[in-house]
């Protein structure tokens, strides 16, 4: 298995973008939302984060978050997320025909993309790159 390089800096601030499995339009449907609502909920009642900036669009996200300062785990944060939502919309937007073996040993869904892109956002003019890309995300694949 691949193990890719990822920064981990307790107290950092993460740009991030998750994208659905095959880009499917399905993250603004209700129930997609109202599960990612109380995933993100959940999740911050046991793992805390500061939720800097988010976008969602059809078939992907971005967001900005700001761990607490004696923490770097991110992954397990995103982890526990998409599961979440996996299970509570897994009846309604499962895909048999989808799944492969892969799929299959690790126990995936066909919701999201295995991966995700992460980045440590640097300084204050990294962060306003990143913001002002979030903000116009949406402009850009219009829905403005």
């Known amino acids: 298995m691949s193990r890719y390089r ?3 800096n307790p107290g950092a601030t993460y740009f991030f973008t998750v994208v659905t499995y095959r880009r499917q339009t399905i993250l603004c449907d ?3 939302r109202e599960a990612l609502r109380a995933a993100i909920a959940t999740t911050r009642t046991k793992r805390p984060f500061t939720i800097d900036a988010w976008v969602l669009l059809p078939d992907h996200l971005h967001t900005i978050w700001t761990l607490p300062g004696d923490d770097a785990d991110y992954s397990t944060r995103w982890s526990v997320m998409k599961r979440q939502v996996s299970v509570a919309c897994g009846d309604a937007y499962r ?10 040993k690790r126990r995936e869904s066909t919701l999201w993309q295995r991966r995700y892109w992460e980045h440590q956002i640097r300084n204050e003019t990294d962060f306003a790159r990143h913001m002002d890309y979030i903000h116009y995300n949406p402009v ?3 829905y403005s």
């Open 140 to 142: 850009k694949h219009g």
């Open 30 to 32: 209700e129930p997609i």
């Open 95 to 104: 895909r048999a025909e989808w799944i492969n073996a892969s799929k299959q």
């Open 6 to 8: 990822r920064s981990q």
